[in-house]
């Protein structure tokens, strides 16, 4: 080693050691880093402090002051007369930290703590949600008096109540931790729970207004130390010890975040989130945590289906698989496959490899959504085939200095990216640009900066924030799955991000579309980002597969497979988990599926596609069998079993594998493991990928006619099936409004109008108005997919959305009229 490199090296040394600091913790000697809490520094050396309102992601508080130690002198002018709450104390240089292990002091603080909070407390524990997994319950016995002092009558308030139409407070269990109202506003940003009164009195309380409809409301159940709130939907459903804890991933969008599902009777009672420091850390979002009873309805499938004399009836496996393999066999390779994208990994490679291997097309397209030609070339050139290691990771977001928002709102999109931002704008004031119409109310809570953004002319505007210098090494550009929709943005994203060093990432709305992706799942891509066009690619996919060789004209995308299904062009369809109204025109697709000659639905429930089949494949929940999902960031997360039956269930995998074998092939697999081992065996793709285009082919048109364009996206919890069955869930929903900007509603003659008539496509929208300061001008925004008559005939359900009218963003459309 040369000089230099040795007094660098020590230097380096001399830096960290500076950073630390050392103490004595009941006798044990640890060095922890400046800014170090006491009672972290204690849990470092094993020692338990007992807390309520402490919470490593939550700043700190000393509201319950259980945490009580001993600070004496130790002649340094580090030592206190009186006991500290550990959880507010900064650890410094020589400082002695004596705690109830060894101090008597500390000990009879924390007795006394115990004491004055079961004063009030209801000993209510055998029917507490709570007990059985209470902190009060079990610090009570750990370092409590065996026996209560307390002879008077303890205060008591009428229960429960409705905190919001899923939260439910009894109050007379709080221990004012203020842990859901710090939780609420450090975290969330939806202050819309406070602590009230005074002395006995103070409790928790509710704005009358202002319900506490958050779309994280369930993490203040979680976090509650004791049986204060509690869920509506799982009270009085089950004993903590009487269930199985499973730890899962969500299913529900792309974030990636990881659960505990716990069930009990072959039923999932719960979900809570996991700790997954690099994802969700601790929190997840309402949806992931409430809305997993969609599959428990009436609709749920059970048996096969075959259509007979125009009916479907119950058949068993057997004749349900020969229909298949005749019908299979009349279309040839006349076949389009949608397998729509709430596909594990491993079940979007088996659609894959069986419409490549098995029926020899490339008509395979996941994107039962509005998708285009340029979106294609996109996710070909900067997503397929990408790891971790090349993606723009949460921990990035944190430590970004500016990220820009494009066709995307986390809040409704991926509520895991919004609270990393809201995180990373908090604490490291990471400035936020949103390209949107509006600030919509979680682009108010990350404090972003509006860019105003007329529906279609994202690019351009890509532009001059390149311009003004904001795109730059320090900046994350994060690009929404809707942005297909604006001709020329994908392309410009990724062409300035080139040019300006800035980073790049895509962020999809479903949790599966990255795992279809890298599964091949679109009609111009082989596993692993392979373009089909290529022949090396082929060759090495076929080799892999021991097939003799593999279609080399791209396939037909979902919407030009619906088409020909409709004229005649194709035969066949193979269907799996799709929804017609997430289509550009969901009558098309409903048109397709009636024209079709032969059409196999595999499903868990009974839908608009399973009523038009001819065979009907009832295939296992998710909670059924084991997978594994891609996140936004390509990070794997793995779907355990969480319900084990006795017989295994039927899955995707399973039923292609016997469809395979009936037709005299070979899928390769029959079930997960198998089939994530083949996808690693024939690893990624490291040939040349297809260039982007420099601009796209044909300038922006928007569909439609009027003198307003649309903007409009699904909010988080809107009318998809995902959310059925739970309807304490969907009561927090966000009410369905038109926005406007006080311009455009003045040049309309709306000023003061209570509601307006929106006219689209497909047909009227009626909803409530919203005027909005700050909006772009000449724009109108309605949700994409929320119910807005019920009653109405468009949707699926008997409600009319907007989707059902075959509306998206971009296209121009007409306001006729308000009401007051």
């Known amino acids: 080693m040369s000089v230099d490199a040795k007094s660098t090296t020590e230097a380096t040394e001399v830096d960290k050691r500076e950073d630390l600091v050392t103490l004595t913790i009941d006798g044990i000697e640890v060095s922890v880093p400046k800014g170090t809490l006491a009672i972290r520094a204690a849990e470092a050396v094993g020692i338990d402090i007992p807390r309520f309102c402490d919470h490593p992601l939550l700043d700190p508080v000393g509201a319950c002051r259980q945490c009580m130690v001993e600070i004496p002198d130790a002649g340094n ?365 979680g682009s108010q809570k990350l404090n972003a900066q509006l860019v105003a953004t007329v529906p279609g002319t994202e690019a351009q505007v890509l532009g001059t924030l390149k311009d003004q210098g904001l795109l730059d090494a320090d900046t994350i550009v994060l690009v929404g799955e809707r942005a297909n929709l604006a001709q020329g943005t994908l392309t410009a994203a990724a062409h300035l991000a080139d040019e300006t060093g800035a980073r790049l990432a895509w962020v999809p709305r479903r949790a599966g579309e990255l795992s279809a992706i890298e599964a091949g799942c679109l009609p111009h891509l082989l596993p692993g980002g392979r373009p089909v066009s290529d022949p090396s690619a082929r060759v090495d ?121 009936a037709l005299g092939s070979d899928l390769g697999f029959r079930g997960s493991r198998d089939a994530l081992a083949s996808l690693d065996e024939l690893g990624g793709w490291d040939g040349e990928r297809a260039p982007l285009a420099q601009a796209p082919a044909t300038p922006y048109e928007p569909a439609g006619e009027g003198d307003l364009t649309l903007a409009t996206w699904r909010v988080l919890l809107d009318e998809s099936a995902a959310n059925d069955n739970e309807p304490d869930l969907m009561a927090t929903a966000p009410r369905p409004v038109i926005r406007l900007a006080p311009a455009t509603a003045e040049a309309h003659g709306l000023a003061g109008a209570g509601q307006a008539t929106l006219v689209l496509t497909g047909g009227e929208l009626t909803l409530p108005l919203e005027v909005v300061e700050g909006m772009a001008e000449d724009v109108v925004w309605v949700p994409l997919h929320s119910a807005t008559d019920p009653g109405g005939s468009a949707g699926q359900d008997g409600t009319v959305t907007a989707s059902a009218l075959g509306a998206v963003a971009g296209d121009r459309v007409r306001l006729v009229g308000g009401a007051a």
């Open 77 to 441: 002018g580090r030592g206190f007369p009186k006991p500290q709450a550990s959880c507010t104390i900064e650890c410094a240089p020589g400082m002695v930290i004596n705690t109830h292990l060894t101090s008597p002091v500390a000990k009879k603080a924390q007795e006394g703590m115990l004491e004055f909070l079961l004063i009030n407390h209801p000993l209510d524990c055998p029917i507490c949600d709570k007990g059985g997994e209470c902190p009060l319950q079990n610090q009570s016995m750990s370092h409590g008096h065996g026996e209560s002092r307390f002879e008077g009558v303890k205060r008591t308030f009428p229960k429960p109540v409705n905190v919001s139409a899923q939260i439910l407070l009894d109050r007379e269990r709080c221990v004012l931790c203020a842990r859901c109202t710090r939780f609420s506003e450090q975290i969330s940003g939806d202050p819309f729970i406070a602590l009230v009164e005074r002395g006995a009195l103070q409790q928790i309380g509710t704005y009358q207004d202002d319900p506490y409809d958050s779309y994280f409301s369930g993490n203040v159940i979680q976090i509650c130390p004791v049986g204060a709130l509690t869920s509506t939907s799982y009270r009085f459903q089950s004993r903590p010890f009487d269930l199985v804890s499973t730890t899962t991933t969500c299913e529900h969008c792309a974030a990636g975040c990881e659960l505990r599902s716990d069930h009990r009777h072959y039923q999932v009672k719960r979900r809570l989130a996991g700790n997954l420091p690099e994802v969700n850390e601790e929190w997840n979002c309402d949806k992931g945590r409430f809305a997993f009873l969609s599959g428990r309805g009436d609709d749920r499938l059970t048996a096969p289906l075959v259509r007979r004399d125009g009916e479907l009836v119950v058949s068993s496996w057997h004749e349900a698989i020969d229909a298949a393999v005749a019908g299979l066999q009349a279309a040839g390779d006349s076949v389009g496959v949608l397998p729509g994208g709430r596909l594990t990994l491993e079940a979007a490679y088996a659609y894959s490899r069986f419409a490549r291997a098995v029926l020899g097309t490339n008509n395979i397209d996941h994107r039962s959504r509005v998708h285009t030609t340029e979106e294609g070339q996109f996710l070909a050139n900067r997503v397929a085939g990408r790891d971790l290691a090349d993606s723009v990771t949460y921990a990035d977001l944190e430590r970004a200095k500016r990220v820009v928002l494009v066709s995307f709102e986390p809040e409704d999109e991926s509520p895991m990216v919004f609270l990393r931002l809201r995180k990373a704008n908090r604490k490291n004031r990471t400035e936020v640009l949103t390209l949107a119409p509006y600030l919509s109310r």
């Open 541 to 661: 996919v076929a080799a892999a597969w021991g097939t003799a060789s593999l279609p080399s004209s791209e396939g037909l995308d979902a919407d030009a497979i619906v088409a020909a299904a409709a004229d005649g062009g194709l035969k066949a369809l193979v269907v799996a988990g799709v929804q017609p109204e997430d289509f550009r025109i969901p009558a098309a697709v409903l048109e397709g599926l009636e024209a079709a000659d032969f059409v196999i639905s595999i499903e868990n429930r009974r839908s608009q596609v399973s009523e038009r089949a001819d065979v009907v494949f009832p295939v296992a929940l998710l909670e059924e069998h084991a997978g594994t999902f891609l996140n936004w960031e390509h990070r794997r997360g793995r779907v355990n079993t969480v319900i084990r039956h006795q017989v295994a269930p039927m899955t995707d995998i399973r039923v292609l594998a016997a469809l395979a074998d």
